[in-house]
């Protein structure tokens, strides 16, 4: 690993990002309208806005992060950069740190952004602090990156890429315990949320939002940092320098 | 020029799926020298640079590329690579592509040299431009330079002259014989075989297996014509009463 050629890679990933003027622009605006629209949507039951909104402000850096990372990946893959870059002196944990700093870069914005707008000016309260809801917002934000570098490689077209979303992201919403409380769900599913990463951005969230900081929510995100890791390792296991 | 080669294959087989592309091929290309590797589509050319640059998966064989197995780490700096379809960020400019793969390898000063390399493959001025604007030509060179940028001692270079036009075709293969006589070793592939003139040194591949590793003048000897193609024809032929 080589610090300059991690640097490198994370200001040439944000460069890319940054000559796609839309995708910038909705990547930190829409996650705020949407809070803005659900405020109002809830507008007869505030209680249901706090609950609900916080939890989406965990969620919706994910999935965005997951959908720009698999695709940013799938073209390193499919136009030959990748190979290309293999066979250079980069090593492969400076091409996952490049990204995860490029993308841990831009979800700080977009989840700033979020948090301003939905603490700010919708009201929003939370217990423990902003901070903890940026810590575990941005760390949703790395796993959606980290899970989108790894299913980049099961695709081979940018069309398979963005239908992983539904796949793999979806299923994590409806049993991450925002629909229905975890405890409340069939034995079996109640497992499932248990080891699916989302569900502990949630909890984390829930947790941030009722109390002060303790020990459950440090678990909480320890979670989440552990699944990011867990995901970059298998990532970096599909980069593989000689292929078939 | 030294006498150590700088390229060594020895029984190198491959397979890709069911089919074996490179059936125990031998060569050994020369330090300080351009080198055709000429084959029609399909021959194996591709499958063969991939494994001099390691990054292909091989079944038996040594490679050794500047006395090393290929696709070792010391090597990375000292080998550059140039995919056939041109494997740049089409997103960037020139310049950031240019500035991106210096410091991949491991340049000092990477806007100096950016810029250096864009006056080297004839695109100085337009470093600011996106690369996905370029045409495919300029697009093609954008690929190479980045090859260039980190001024590698082998250059293992997939049809770099497709496509260009003719003046272009001419100032690459002089760039690549003055590459060559600085000492650095250059293996470009073809399947034009009006460009097999022009290197010092050939390999001639089809179906997976050498038929020809001479200098175009002993070829044409060999084979008693001056056409290259024309040789190409009876060499093939001759491996095909031979098999």
């Known amino acids: 690993m080589n610090p300059r050629i991690t640097l490198a890679t994370a200001a040439r990933v944000l460069r890319q990002l940054r000559g796609d003027r839309r995708t910038v622009a909705m990547l930190m605006v829409v ?27 965990g969620i919706f850096p994910f999935v965005t992060m997951f959908l720009v990372t698999s695709v940013a990946m799938l073209r390193e893959r499919t136009s030959g950069t990748l190979e290309r870059l293999l066979t250079t002196r980069l090593a492969k944990l400076d091409l996952l740190l490049g990204y995860a700093l490029a993308f841990g870069i831009a979800a ?26 940026v810590v575990l917002a941005v760390a949703s934000a790395l796993l959606g990156m980290a899970l989108g570098l790894l299913v980049s490689a099961f695709a081979t077209t940018e069309f398979q890429a963005v239908q992983f979303m539904p796949a793999v992201v979806l299923p994590q919403i409806l049993l991450c315990g925002m629909l229905v409380p975890r405890s409340h769900m069939l034995d079996v599913l109640n497992w499932l949320s248990d080891v699916l990463p989302l569900s ?35 990532g970096a296991v599909t980069l593989r320098r000689r292929t078939p | 020029m030294t006498t150590e080669p700088a390229i060594v294959v020895q029984d190198l087989v491959v397979d ?9 091929l031998s060569c050994q290309i020369p330090a300080g020298q351009v080198t055709g590797l000429l084959g029609p589509s399909g021959s194996g050319k591709t499958t063969l640079l991939r494994c001099l640059v390691g990054v292909q998966r091989i079944r038996s064989g040594v490679v050794l590329v500047l006395g090393v197995p ?9 080998v550059g690579y140039v995919t056939q379809a041109p494997s740049v960020y089409a997103d960037l400019s020139v310049r950031d592509n240019l500035r991106y793969f210096a410091v991949l390898a491991g340049i000092a000063d990477p806007s100096a040299r950016a810029e ?57 293969w002089r760039l690549f014989h003055e590459l ?17 003139a022009r290197c010092d040194r050939l390999l001639l591949l089809r179906e997976g297996r050498l038929v020809a590793d001479d200098s175009p003048a002993a070829i044409r000897q060999a084979t008693g014509t001056v056409d290259l193609e024309e040789a190409f024809l009876r060499l093939a032929e001759g491996q095909d009463v031979a098999s």
């Open chain 1, 31 to 57: 996650p705020s309208l949407l809070m803005v629209l659900l405020r109002y949507v809830l507008d007869s039951s505030p209680f249901v806005f706090d609950e609900i909104g916080l939890q989406l402000l």
């Open chain 2, 116 to 172: 250096e390399t864009l006056s080297t493959v004839g695109l100085a001025g337009r470093g600011g431009e996106r690369v996905g604007r370029l045409s495919g030509g300029e697009h093609a060179r954008v690929s190479l330079a980045c090859a260039l940028v980190g001024s590698p001692e082998v250059l293992v270079l997939d049809e770099p002259t497709v496509g260009l036009d003719p003046i272009l075709r001419r100032d690459l």
């Open chain 1, 200 to 234: 502990y951005v949630v909890d984390g969230m829930a947790r941030a939002r009722t109390s002060t900081a303790g020990a459950g929510l440090v678990g909480d995100v320890a979670v989440v940092i552990g699944c990011i890791l867990a995901a970059l390792a298998i």
């Open chain 1, 108 to 133: 700080l914005a977009q989840v700033g952004i979020a948090t301003a707008v939905t603490m700010g000016w919708l009201g929003l309260q939370i217990v423990s602090g902003v901070g903890w809801a």
């Open chain 2, 70 to 78: 290929a696709g070792e780490r010391t090597l990375r700096a000292r």
């Open chain 2, 16 to 24: 890709r799926g069911r089919r074996r592309v490179l059936h125990s």
């Open chain 2, 180 to 196: 060559a006589d600085d000492g650095k070793t250059v293996l470009v592939s073809s399947h034009v075989m009006d460009e097999a």
